[in-house]
């Protein structure tokens, strides 16, 4: 499969070709062993050089990364090379769903690295949670993410981006329950009570995760990373 990526990229080959071989290389994610290092480190090089002209190879290409995104822990240099195509396709509603999808991946289980990210990630999940035209699924992932980000720092540091995320949400769910006209819009209220508290059941869950990292030591890159965030990123 590298080899044919390669002849792919090489060869300016259509991108539904090069989409099918990066398919096929999600398909055996499962089957790799992490300290792989002879054929992924090749194909994952190839990334940046595909032909991103249609949102479905994007697509396929995101998915990829979720799939191997512990084995990405164990190769962070890889991994820095593919975190920014991920934030960035947040702000495209076509690749919203996969971006999502492969970035709460990518910081559960690697939490510890990805906590550097906050300054970069959060500005466009804010916009992304304030746009009413976001799925709630798709809305549901990105505050896990910012969870799982925020479980690598000090309360403090949690406590300033938790009032930023909980306000509205709060002030909604009070606005759902004080509404005087039960009768009407019944199920659709429940549906929004439903969907504000799985948003806030999900926002802190995900911050006291504390599940098995990848990083070498977890103490140091968490002040680390405690030391890389002097304050709030202007949103």
């Known amino acids: 499969l590298a080899n044919h990526l390669l002849l792919a990229v090489e060869q300016n080959q259509s991108w539904q070709r090069q ?3 990066i398919q096929l290389v999600g398909a055996g994610s499962e089957y790799v062993p992490l300290d792989e290092n002879q054929i992924l480190p090749r194909i994952f090089s190839l990334l940046p050089k595909l032909n991103f002209c249609n949102s479905s190879i994007i697509n396929a290409t995101l998915m990829v990364l979720g799939q191997y995104s512990s084995w990405l822990g164990h190769h962070q240099e890889t991994l820095q090379n593919c975190v920014h ?20 991946e990518l ?17 466009i999940i ?12 798709d ?23 938790l009032n930023i995320l909980l306000a509205p949400e709060v002030n909604k769910l009070l606005a759902y329950l004080s509404e005087t006209n039960v009768d009407q819009n019944t199920i659709l ?10 948003f806030i059941s999900v926002l802190i869950t ?30």
């Open 19 to 21: 989409e099918s071989i």
């Open 85 to 104: 195509l991920c934030i960035n396709a947040l702000s495209n509603p076509e690749l919203i769903q996969s971006a999502s999808i492969a970035l709460k």
């Open 107 to 123: 910081t559960m289980e690697n939490r510890m690295y990805m906590s550097k990210y906050l300054n970069d990630i959060f500005p």
């Open 126 to 137: 804010k916009n992304v949670l304030e746009n009413v035209h976001v799925q709630p699924n």
């Open 139 to 161: 809305r549901i992932r990105c505050v896990a993410i910012i969870g799982y980000i925020l479980s690598a720092y000090a309360s403090k540091i949690v406590i300033d981006h």
């Open 189 to 198: 209220r429940k549906q929004n009570i439903c969907t504000t508290l799985s």
């Open 206 to 235: 995900t911050i006291g995760y504390c599940g098995d990292q990848s990083d070498v030591d977890d103490n140091d890159q968490q002040q680390k990373a405690a030391e890389n965030i002097s304050e709030i990123p202007e949103v």
